[in-house]
């Protein structure tokens, strides 16, 4: 396990580059054990001279090491891994502001799931709808999935897509945290090594703002 690391300005304009986002998440799934340049090329679905120009740029920054080598038909591989976790003070980030730094995670991230999403719909062909609903406690729903007819929407299982707001004490959002950290944990360790994932799950949870007073 590596010690965190604290990024420089040249470090947090690569990690927090959109274009390094593929190469940087195969590089993060890999582990420390490293992984080579072609098998990183294939993951990212990158051309294998593309990754190679990226990686000497890790490289050469310090965000990427070499862990090792590895003999593939009878030539050695290099293996580079991608050391976590790196501490990236806001002051030395290309960012503007505060908003801009976290929209450059999250809504890269939102963005490709409703790209994934519209693209599963479009490929399924089916008639869409979105239900919009209360919860027990009075907060709106959205729901979308299949419209069996009628106006009567038939969500798939499991269900294609769901959004819901919730307001929540101190309290209950950290023994939500808790339980949300505690099913990741369970689940991602729970996935066989060859299984090829097919859903993606985000959770976002924030604090209000409140009014001043």
Not at 61 to 79: C, D, H, N, Y
Not at 185 to 210: C, K
């Amino acid at each position: 396990m590596f010690p965190a690391r604290t990024a420089t300005a040249r470090q947090a304009a690569l990690l927090l580059d959109p274009a390094l986002d593929p190469l940087l998440s195969a590089l993060a799934r890999a582990g420390e054990g490293g992984v080579g340049a072609a098998d990183l090329a294939r993951r990212a679905g990158t051309p294998l001279s593309t990754t190679h120009a990226r990686l000497e740029r890790l490289r050469a920054a310090g965000v990427v090491v070499e862990v090792g080598q590895r003999t593939r038909s009878g030539r050695p591989v290099r293996l580079y891994c991608l050391p976590l976790p790196w501490q990236i003070p806001f002051e030395v980030t290309p960012a503007a502001g505060l908003r801009e730094l976290l929209g450059g995670g999250f809504e890269r991230r939102l963005r490709g799931h409703l790209d994934q999403l519209a693209g599963r719909m479009d490929v399924l062909g089916e008639r869409w709808s979105m239900t919009l609903d209360c919860s027990e406690s009075g907060e709106l729903l959205h729901i979308f999935g299949h419209d069996g007819g009628g106006g009567h929407p038939l969500p798939p299982e499991p269900l294609l897509a769901s959004g819901a707001d919730l307001r929540l004490t101190t309290a209950r959002a950290g023994e939500l945290q808790r339980r949300l950290w505690e099913l990741l944990e369970e689940y991602s360790h729970a996935q066989d090594s060859g299984e090829v994932p097919t859903w993606s799950v985000t959770m976002l949870l924030t604090p209000e703002i409140g009014d001043g007073g």
